[in-house]
């Protein structure tokens, strides 16, 4: 790990900045075409300081967040109760269990290794419960496709997230 940043456990007091940073890094990736109605609805009520302070009450839920001199640079939430997209063959012969959510870093804190902790923290948490570690990834988002596939991961299958009237091809993903 960097002796620059820190990875630890997201707390209350981190709310707001986790907003901010969630809105920043997904309107940064997925708003290429700009603002609609539906992604402003979309992050006002879903990237908001009461979601993740919920998000952090959720048991089955990890926040875990990097910080460097106060700032926070990136998060990854982990759902360890959540295969709902997978169906039931691939949940019962893989054994996933543990989805990696979300995970988020600032475009400037890219190539810091970031990324890479916040995924192996994530794999490490799904180890600990006996459990592969599995995620859902934009199918136009080929940088991310790119981290994962060279971090061994392949496409399972797919999944779409809705938006309005838009349906968004995903891949779901794992090692």
């Given at each position: 790990m960097s002796a620059t940043w820190t990875l630890r456990p997201a707390v209350v007091s981190d709310a707001n900045r986790l907003a901010v940073l969630a809105a920043q890094?997904?309107?940064?990736?997925?708003?290429?075409?700009?603002?609609?109605?539906?992604?402003?609805a979309y992050v006002l009520s879903s990237?908001?300081?009461?979601?993740?302070?919920?998000?952090?009450?959720?048991?089955?839920?990890?926040?875990?967040?990097?910080?460097?001199?106060?700032?926070?640079?990136?998060?990854?939430?982990?759902?360890?109760?959540?295969?709902?997209?997978?169906?039931?063959t691939e949940r019962a012969q893989s054994a996933y269990g543990v989805e990696l959510a979300t995970l988020y870093v600032q475009a400037h804190a890219a190539g810091q290794g970031i990324g890479s902790a916040l995924l192996q923290h994530a794999e490490q948490l799904a180890a600990s419960r006996q459990a592969r570690l599995w995620l859902k990834v934009n199918a136009e988002n080929t940088q991310a496709i790119r981290f994962y596939e060279k971090h061994a991961y392949q496409r399972l299958g797919d999944w779409y997230f809705e938006l309005g009237e838009g349906r968004y091809l995903n891949y779901l993903m794992g090692q």
């Open positions: 890094v997904w309107t940064h990736t997925y708003c290429k075409q700009g603002i609609n109605q539906d992604i402003a990237l908001t300081p009461a979601a993740f302070l919920a998000t952090l009450n959720q048991p089955q839920l990890r926040l875990t967040v990097v910080e460097q001199g106060g700032f926070l640079l990136a998060y990854a939430l982990m759902d360890t109760a959540s295969s709902a997209a997978l169906n039931a």
